[in-house]
C-alpha cells in the first residue's frame, strides 16, 4: 500500500484495523515521526490494554506483546507497506500513506469515546 488509496488497499487495511494491537501501534506510530524501538512500544501497548481492562501491565505482559508484535503485528504492517521495520536497530516507523490518517483518526476517535486512544 504507497500513495493514494484504492479499493483493495482500502480493504487491506480494514483488515490491519481489524486488530486492536495493529490499531494502537498505528495510533503510537502517528504521534512519533522518528523510529520507535519495539521495547518502547510494546511497553506502550501493554500499558493501554492494562488501562483498557483495568488491570496493571506486567514485565510478562510486555514480553508477551513484544513477541507478538515481532512475529505477527510488525510483520503485516510491513507486508502492506504500513510501517517500515528495522530488525537490526529492533525500531519500527510508519510510512507516508494518503488517506490513512482519516482512518485512523476516525478508529481513535471512537476508540477515545470507549476510553482507549493514542498519546496526544
Known sequence: MTGRLDTGDVNQLFDLLRNPRRR???YYLT???DP???DT???E???WEANDTGMTATDET???IRTTLHHIHLPKLA???VVTVDS???TVELCEIDGLDTFLTDTAEIEWNNQIAADD
Open 88 to 90: 537490526e536497530s529492533e
Open 45 to 47: 501497548l501493554a500499558a
Open 79 to 81: 507486508d502492506t507497506g
Open 31 to 33: 504521534n512519533h515521526a
Open 36 to 38: 520507535v524501538e519495539f
Open 41 to 43: 512500544l510494546a511497553s
Open 24 to 26: 494502537y501501534v498505528l
Open 62 to 64: 510486555v514480553e508477551s
